[in-house]
């Protein structure tokens, strides 16, 4: 059984950085390509970055280009998300999520089957 528990979240000011990560268990985690996805009030839930099997091939959504970097420790079973210059925008839930895939060009949510619970990301103005 797929296991993913997010932690890291908080509240953050404008401009601030917060580093998410992701601990997984179950099966082997350095064969799948890993995500994170965000979802805000009223909002569908979308992708913000994803990390292939080995860590070599990365994906982000445009908006967070520049600013968020994926990183995957496979010896360690983590994925993390490093958050700079986080904006007001970027205030929701982020969940980690494992995808049936070890390598795409692009993700959708179609290609992840495990989900973790979430953790709350607060930018304050």
């Known amino acids: 059984q797929v296991q993913l528990v997010e932690s890291g979240g908080g509240l953050v000011q404008a401009g601030g950085s917060l580093r998410l990560s992701c601990a997984a268990s179950?099966?082997?985690?350095?064969?799948?390509?890993m995500g994170w996805f965000r979802q805000a009030p009223g909002k569908e839930r979308e992708i913000v970055a994803a990390?292939?099997?080995?860590?070599?091939?990365?994906y982000y959504v445009d908006s967070v280009k520049g600013r968020f970097t994926i990183s995957r420790d496979n010896a360690k079973n983590q994925v993390y998300l490093q958050m700079n210059s986080l904006k007001p925008e970027d205030t929701a839930v982020y969940y980690c999520a494992r995808s049936v895939y070890s390598s795409r060009s692009s993700y959708t949510k179609r290609d992840f089957g495990s989900w973790g619970q979430g953790t709350q990301v607060t930018v304050s103005s």
């Open positions: 179950g099966r082997t985690f350095s064969n799948d390509a």
């Open positions: 990390i292939n099997w080995s860590g070599a091939s990365t």
